[in-house]
């Protein structure tokens, strides 16, 4: 792991996993996935391209009736428990005395982005979200408060995890596209994003 970077109130831990970390990690959310398998969620515009389930009290969902969190996958199962390993990384970083109660599971194949939006759906937004990279490169852009102005990008590695809290908790981001193919992490290429909230 190196000394974290701030950028634009975000704060970017390099490789804050470790391979046998980041290989431990996979291999948990195999078994969360395995029950509560990956969709794709749909906007008003059209189906997503980031594929997505979740670990928690809550999922995120979207679909034609808009963007909201919900307590059953959409299946009609309960969202699998947080895995340990996730909460220690959350008690690591976050600085915040409450668990999260949704972990997001972005799962990005070759061409997936995900547009510049911010994470305003929660009722509680004093504790950061946490967000962790595995598997290929992503190009994640860190926007503002308010929608427009300058933004800055960064390569987020497999291991890495990105902190939002602050004046970041409410900034604009997204990630413009993955690098397919960069890692070794995901025998069959591609990312999976994990996103950390206190709904
Ligand atoms: C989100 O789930 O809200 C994200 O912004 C994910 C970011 C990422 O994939 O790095």
Redesign the pocket.
Known sequence: MTDAITQKGFVIHPGFLDRPAQEALVARLREVLAVAPLFTPRTRRGPMS?RMSAAGTFG?YSDSRGYRYERRHPDGIDWPPIPEEVLAIWRGVSGCARLPECC?I?W?GEGAR?GL?R?EDEADFSCP?V?V?LGDD?L?RMGNVDRGGRTSSIW?KSGDV?VMGGDARLAF???DRIRFGSSTLLPKGG?I?L?LRVV
Do not use: A, E, I, Q
């Open positions: 980031v995120w997001l972005n990005y995900m939006h994470d979200v967000s990279s992503g994640f987020l990105v981001h997204g990630v990312r994003n996103t």
